[in-house]
Nanobody, 115 residues
């Protein structure tokens, strides 16, 4: 299965922006769906956004209009641009890749939104 490594997390003030990256160990060209999920302390993991190999995107209502998911097949990387961040966006963000042979997950990157 493909190995995924997230980066780009950190501490940001409310209203700020961050861009998360999810680098894959192999070509993502044929990976049909890649997505971002997040898990806040004491809460279940929740879906944030997905993008298909054809570029179709979907977003959770809580992030629609603020977050943008994209993929660069040449760099084997999926991004999550997060704008207008809120304290409730604080969580560990993980990416995943859905393939015929199974689903792969990265280890996650911490995003903390606080003043």
């Amino acid at each position: 299965q493909v190995q995924l490594v997230e980066s780009g997390g950190g501490l940001v003030q409310p209203g700020g922006s961050l861009r998360l990256s999810c680098a894959a160990s192999e070509s993502i060209f044929h990976i049909y769906v890649m997505g971002w999920y997040r898990q806040a302390p004491g809460k279940q993991r929740e879906w944030v956004a997905t993008i298909t190999s054809g570029g179709t995107t979907r977003y959770a209502d809580s992030v629609k209009g603020r977050f943008t998911i994209s993929r660069d097949n040449a760099k084997n990387t999926v991004y999550l641009q997060m704008n207008s961040l809120k304290p409730e966006d604080t969580a560990v963000y993980s990416c995943n890749a859905v393939q015929v042979r199974g689903t792969s997950w990265g280890q996650g990157t911490q995003v903390t939104v606080s003043s």
